[in-house]
């Protein structure tokens, strides 16, 4: 089974996961060709090459030409805008999912329903394609199931519709649920709510809700996605594409387990 790995040593982003599945092996041509059929005008695509502390990655920025009138888009602007492109039908179904996903969250932030929320930043045409992009490129890669490392929790502020939030802002955290976090002394926005709300979407997780460990896989390739943000640590994402090796090793029956080292129980006769 071919998976992917979302290595989220600097957080995670919209831009990042396109910048990191271009690199790992998407055809930029084919890709660009896929997200075309989403048909939403007023933006334009630049993929160049990014060095962050010597590691070379991809840096994609979605630009847009003139200000976006459906900036405050609902839930349903955005179901009519998916369902109307040309998309394959996964595509279209990831895609929505992962806006349903920021709805509910940001539902439970502002006491609403997921069909009366203003998507603000989200709702604006870049943040559309970043996600409908990343759905493409997981399909055009052929990754089977995403995995996901430990999410850098930090501190800081940032600038909303809603005011001044702290980092990870309300409904980006209210994604987060199920993620392992760790402490990160970075005072930015390390994680967006596109990035995690396509982790919340994708990332495999456990019958208990929990997001589920990296199995055992053959690295094939390795990519990189820029992000915007520098700091002291290379603002990237790295995404490893494998195959599943195959189940885990099972404990024989009759052992225990010492520090980790499995030991031979004696049977009683």
């Not at 041509?29 to 059929?37: C, G, I």
């Not at 962050?52 to 009519?80: N, P």
């Not at 609403?112 to 943040?127: L, W």
Request: hydrophobic share 40%.
């Amino acid at each position: 089974m071919k998976i992917g790995y979302f290595d989220c040593f600097s957080g995670i982003s919209g831009d990042m996961i396109l910048g990191s599945l271009l690199h790992a092996g998407v055809d930029a041509e084919q890709w660009q060709a896929e997200l075309a059929k989403l048909n939403v005008p007023g933006y334009e695509l630049k993929i160049g090459t990014a060095v962050k502390e010597g590691i070379s990655a991809v840096d994609v920025d979605v630009v847009l030409l003139d200000q976006d009138q459906g900036h405050g888009r609902h839930l349903d602007d955005i179901e009519t805008i998916i369902k109307s492109s040309g998309l394959s039908g996964n595509v279209q179904s990831r895609a929505l999912s992962a806006f349903i996903l920021l709805a509910e969250a940001e539902a439970r932030i502002h006491a609403m329903t997921p069909d009366t929320i203003h998507f603000h930043e989200v709702g604006a045409i870049d943040a559309i394609v970043d996600i409908v992009g990343a759905c493409i490129g997981i399909e055009l890669l052929g990754l089977e199931k995403i995995y996901a490392s430990a999410l850098p929790l930090n501190r800081g502020w940032v600038e909303c519709a809603h005011g001044t939030m702290p980092v990870p802002a309300p409904a980006t955290l209210e994604l987060l649920a199920g993620f392992p976090l760790r402490p990160d002394d970075r005072v930015k926005e390390l994680i967006t709510p596109t990035g995690a709300a396509l982790l919340a979407e994708f990332a495999e997780r456990t019958t208990e809700g929990d997001i589920a460990p990296l199995p055992p896989m053959t690295l094939k390739s390795v990519g990189y996605g820029a992000g915007k943000r520098d700091s002291w640590i290379p603002n990237l994402l790295r995404l490893m594409v494998g195959e599943t090796i195959g189940s885990p090793l099972k404990r024989p029956a009759g052992t225990r387990r010492i520090e980790g080292i499995p030991v031979r129980t004696r049977r009683r006769r």
